[in-house]
Nanobody, 116 residues
Framework: QVQLVESGGGLVQSGGSLRLSCAAS????????LAWYRQAPGKEREFVAR????????YYADSVNGRFTISTDSQKGTLYLQMDSLKPEGAAIYYC?????????WGQGTQVTVSS
């Protein structure tokens, strides 16, 4: 089992920055990929960015490429998402995702609100 706890969400003005964190615990050695997803009201959950524990194999959704940066600290078992130049359409609940051979795990999400 893997447990994921997100933090760092909040209210930010358009053009501002936020840094999200996701603390992983449990069988973290079984995780081969970590990712961030988001879900806005009335919309489906969508992929944002992914990386492995060493910080490699990064990939971003076109909508955030160049503005968001995903990173990891394997010693702390933590995944990060630095979000710069936030846009109003970036307002959503952001979820951490961990993939293992046994399945995928999700955190409870952290709310990001962007004021225009």
């Amino acid at each position: 089992q893997v447990q994921l706890v997100e933090s760092g969400g909040g209210l930010v003005q358009s053009g501002g920055s936020l840094r999200l964190s996701c603390a992983a615990s449990g069988r973290t050695f079984s995780i081969y990929m970590l990712a961030w997803y988001r879900q806005a009201p009335g919309k489906e959950r969508e992929f944002v960015a992914r990386a492995n524990w060493s910080g490699g194999s990064t990939y971003y959704a076109d909508s955030v490429n160049g503005r968001f940066t995903i990173s990891t600290d394997s010693q702390k078992g933590t995944l990060y998402l630095q979000m710069d130049s936030l846009k109003p359409e970036g307002a959503a609940i952001y979820y951490c995702n961990a993939r293992t051979a046994g399945g995928a795990y999700w955190g409870q999400g952290t709310q990001v609100t962007v004021s225009s």
